[in-house]
Every structure is written in C-alpha cells, then in structure tokens.
C-alpha cells in the first residue's frame, strides 16, 4: 500500500492513515498552537495528573512516570524562558507539547496519551484555564467594590439629582448612587461563583467521547487537580462548551454594568453637568483641539463592552449546529473565551484605579439637584402625612409647579402662603420637606437614599466583602 513519506519531524501522530501530507493552506487554516499555547501550562498540570493516576492503574511504570514529571518540568521551564520549539506543524498546543516530551523524554513521553484524546485533553485545559481566570475575576471584582465603597464613604451625603429619562427626578445622595453599582458588581460576583460551579469539573477520562477500556481512575485525576468531581457522561464531557458560554454570559453583564457607569461618567464630565473632574491619568488629549481633555478611557470601556458581548454570541452559535460529540468547530471556542477574558479583566483593573482619580464637585451636584423641582415629591408626600389622598396631593403639587414655573422660580422658593393656595394642608414645617437635606434625610427606610442610611449600608457591604 503506497504511504508518503513523512518529512523528517513533521508526520503527525495521526498521520498514519493517511496517504499525503495535509496542504501548508490546510496546515496553516487548522493550526490552533498560535492561539491555545496560552493553556501550556494547564495542559502540563493536567498531563501530571494524568501520567500519576496511569501509574497508579500500573498502565505505566515509575520510571515511566519519573521521565514523564521530568520532561514535563523542563518543557514547562523552557516555555516560561520562551525558548520553547514552538511550531505549526504540530497543529496544537497539545501535540507540541507532547512531541517535545517525547524527545526529552524517549519512550515514556509515547506512554502518556494512553487512555485519554486531544478532545477531553483541551476540554480540561479550558476549564483550568477558565477556572483560574473567574479566579482572578472575582478578585478584580472585589478590589472594584472596594474602591467603590471608599467614593461612597466619601459622598454619604452628597446630594445630587436623580434621573428618569435622563430628566431630573428626585433627588439622591451620590454615595447611594455609587451603592447602585455596587449592588450590581455583587450579583456578578454571585453569578461567576456559581458559573465557577460548573467549570470545575473533570472532563478526563471521556477519551474522544466514548471512554477507555483502561481501567482509569477518574477521580484521583480530578482530585489531584482540584476539581469538584468529574463530568458525568463522557459524550458531553468533550463536546459541550456552555461552561464557556455561560462565563462569557457572566463577563458581558459585568462588562454591561462598567459601560452603563462609564456612560455616566462621560456625561458627568461633561461641562454641560459638571459633575466631576477625571484625574488627567485617565484622560487623553486631542491631536487638534489643544484644550481637549476626554475621557477616553470610560469610552473605552463602554465600547469593549460591544466585544464581550460579540464573543458571547460568537460562541452560542459555534455550539449550535453540532452534533454530538466533539466536532473541530469547538477550537474555535479559544479566541473569544481568551479575549472576553482578557478585555474583562483589564476593564475591571482599569475602571477600579479611574475610580480613584474621581474628583467631585459638591456645588454642582447640589445646584443641579435644585433645578427640575426635584423635591416636587417630596411636598406631595408631605400632605400625604397630613392626610391628603395621595392623587389629589399630586394634583395639587402639579398645580403649584406650574404656579412657579409661571413666575420662573422653583417650587422650593414658593412662600408657605403660596403654596396654600394650592394645598391647604400646608402648615409652616413646609419648607424643611422641599430642602435637599430634608429630600434626602426623609428617605431613611432600607435600601433608601439618607446619608445615615447609605453609612449603614456601608457598613453592612465591607462586611460582606470580608
Ligand atoms: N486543537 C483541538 C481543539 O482545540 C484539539 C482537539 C483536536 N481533536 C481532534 N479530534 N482533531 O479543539
């Protein structure tokens, strides 16, 4: 039967069916090492685990496995030096890995892929890799929280207006603002312990999909490497990515929650608001405009948020025409998860140090909070307590805004007597319901705006990032 022959050193280890060499077009369209060499050192860990429980089955011996641990360690120190042989005729991170072992190591290096396949092979690397990165997430997502409970304590009783439609609504303390968002970063880190969950669990063992007739111990492996157990059919071991789905789900609405406040930030800066003053650390200038300061890196954000979730959808629809079990398709899961990882990452380490270059302006917040009569509310709720039905209140507020508006001042400057008119059960104690302070301070209930409130919440957040 005629076989071609193998350039020297560049036969793959499948190459044996095979007649002639793939094209260098195809070589090249289905190398996958320029990418997955990221999971190097994943794909080591997990090749230990691996040659240990082999030896520990007797499929291999000591000195097998002792040459295994040895080539592996100097494979590992010389990809750490850079001076590792990476190349693309080996295809993957795997076969690079193991062809350089094979040389360091002779013939225990052809022992270790006894009982296992490159498909549950880079499914556990992908899992490694990602249970270490929401590792790191989640530490990013605290030191963010952290940072903004510190411009939360700082602003417990700064007032500012709070919007509906972008149109000025009530008004709110901007540490209860800045709590908002620290609500929303707790829940993403709620969601990404428990997508944690499901990461860790151990695809070794299903082989290609069907398993090994070896007599494997799935368990010892996944022990050895941490995992919380083992998955539990071997077909959905290898050819199911949700777990990457599900962290790129995670990521987008972190990344979702940084863009909204960068939105805000945008517009704080802006001088038509004022808000806030971004430390020029954070901000870049025009190549034209010699006054421009912007703040480029909040706009970053806010558009890096449009990758993660593209990479989302990217791998939602890889997954869905794939027949069970492994399809090649699945290694174009690398490149979105590693991004969306990546972009989270420095997002988080970047929004969390912006926040500390956060200048505020009091006087603005609080002569903006004055304007739009905010404290309209306010006033409706205080006839309310003097017994009012609440419809007729808002009727008679509404009223006595238009009252002032016709006289172009805001319904905080109406006099007791004016307001009166329009609400008879009005009394003098009026006035302290339509100040900002007392706006703010009479919101006190839980989850409420009030400075005392905001401080108790606080309080109660440091403890439940401790
Ligand atoms: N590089 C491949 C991937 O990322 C490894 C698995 C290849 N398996 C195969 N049967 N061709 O998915």
Redesign the pocket.
């Known amino acids: 039967m005629a076989t071609y022959e193998k350039p020297d050193g560049k036969a793959k280890p499948w190459s044996g069916r095979f007649t002639e060499p793939a094209t260098d077009l195809v070589r090249r369209y289905t190398a996958?090492v320029g990418f997955?060499r990221r999971l190097a050192e994943h794909d080591i860990e997990a090749s230990v685990a691996h040659a240990r429980m082999l030896q520990a089955i007797g499929v291999i011996g000591k000195s097998d496995l002792a040459a295994i641990e040895k080539g592996l360690a100097q494979v590992r120190a010389e990809i750490r030096a850079g001076a590792f042989p990476w190349s693309e005729a080996h295809?993957?991170?795997?076969l690079n890995i193991e062809r350089r072992l094979t040389e360091l190591a002779g013939e225990a290096g052809k022992r270790l892929h006894a009982g296992r396949?490159?498909?549950d092979?880079?499914a556990t690397d992908t899992r490694l890799y990602l249970r270490a990165a929401i590792d790191q997430s989640q530490a990013l997502v605290k030191a963010l929280q952290r940072a903004l409970l510190d411009l939360a304590e700082a602003h417990a009783d700064t007032v500012m207006p709070g919007h509906t439609h972008l149109q000025v609504a009530q008004p709110v303390t901007f540490g209860h603002h800045l709590l908002a968002y620290f609500e929303m970063l707790a829940r993403d880190a709620q969601r990404l312990a428990d997508c944690r969950k499901r990461v860790n669990r151990l695809p070794l063992g299903a082989a290609?999909l069907a398993g090994t007739s070896l007599p494997i111990d799935r368990l010892m492996v996944a022990k050895e490497l941490g995992f919380d157990g083992v998955c539990e059919n071997s077909i959905d071991a290898v050819s199911d990515r949700d777990f990457a789905i599900e962290f790129c789900a995670c990521a987008a609405l972190v990344m979702t929650h940084l863009s909204r406040f960068c939105e805000e930030i945008v517009l704080w800066m802006s001088p038509r608001f004022g808000f806030i003053e971004l430390a020029d650390r954070f901000c870049t200038g025009s190549s034209i405009m010699p006054q421009k300061k912007n703040p480029d890196v909040a706009e970053l954000v806010r558009g890096k948020t449009g990758r993660v979730n593209g990479h989302l959808v990217a791998l939602l629809t890889l997954m869905k025409g794939q027949p069970l079990a492994?399809n090649?398709d699945?290694?174009e899961d690398?490149e979105p998860l590693f991004d969306a990882v990546d972009t989270l990452t420095m997002s988080l380490a970047v929004f969390a140090e912006m926040l500390s270059g956060i200048k505020v302006n009091r006087e603005a917040m609080e002569s903006a909070a004055r304007q739009g009569h905010a404290t309209a509310t306010d006033l409706a709720e205080y006839l309310v307590k003097k017994g009012v039905p609440f419809r007729e209140a808002h009727e008679a507020v509404a009223q006595a805004v238009r009252y002032a508006e016709s006289r172009g001042r805001s319904l905080a400057e109406l006099k007791p007597a004016e307001l009166q008119r329009f609400a008879p059960a009005a009394a003098r104690d009026v006035h302290a319901a339509l100040t900002l302070e007392g706006s703010v301070n009479s919101r006190s209930h839980l989850g409420g705006t009030a400075p005392a409130r905001v401080k108790a919440a606080i309080a109660k957040a440091r403890k439940s990032l401790a």
């Open positions: 996958s997955d295809e993957d991170v795997h396949s490159r498909n092979q880079v290609a492994y090649r699945n290694q690398k």
